[in-house]
């Protein structure tokens, strides 16, 4: 089985940065990609950006270009999410989650997610 688990979260001041960590474990040859998700009070939950796991090719969405990296250390099973230039619209819990698919969006096309930790951005 796959146990994901997201630490890194808190609270920051707008214009400041965080870094989220995902550490997996029970990988298995399965696993193409790793994504991240957001999902704000009272919002559904929605893709950030995925990183194939072998190759490392990243894949975001519009709204955090240029400002989120997603990264991960292979040895280490861990995934990575550095944010900078946070702004309140970007509150929300943070997940991270295994695809067996090499460019996966949609959050159907995930297989296991962690618990999620709070990132909340102040003004």
């Known amino acids: 089985q796959v146990q994901l688990v997201e630490s890194g979260g808190g609270l920051v001041q707008a214009g400041g940065s965080l870094r989220l960590s995902c550490a997996a474990s029970g990988l298995t040859w399965r696993t193409l990609a790793m994504g991240w998700f957001r999902q704000a009070p009272g919002k559904e939950r929605e893709f950030v950006g995925s990183i194939t796991w072998v190759g490392g090719t990243t894949y975001y969405e519009d709204s955090v270009k240029g400002r989120f990296t997603i990264s991960r250390d292979y040895a280490k099973k861990t995934l990575y999410l550095q944010m900078s230039s946070l702004q309140p619209e970007d509150t929300a819990v943070y997940y991270c989650?295994?695809?067996?698919?090499?460019?996966?969006?949609?959050?159907?096309?995930?297989?296991?997610w962690g618990q999620g930790t709070q990132v909340t951005v102040s003004s």
């Open positions: 989650a295994t695809s067996p698919y090499g460019t996966p969006s949609a959050l159907s096309s995930y297989d296991s």
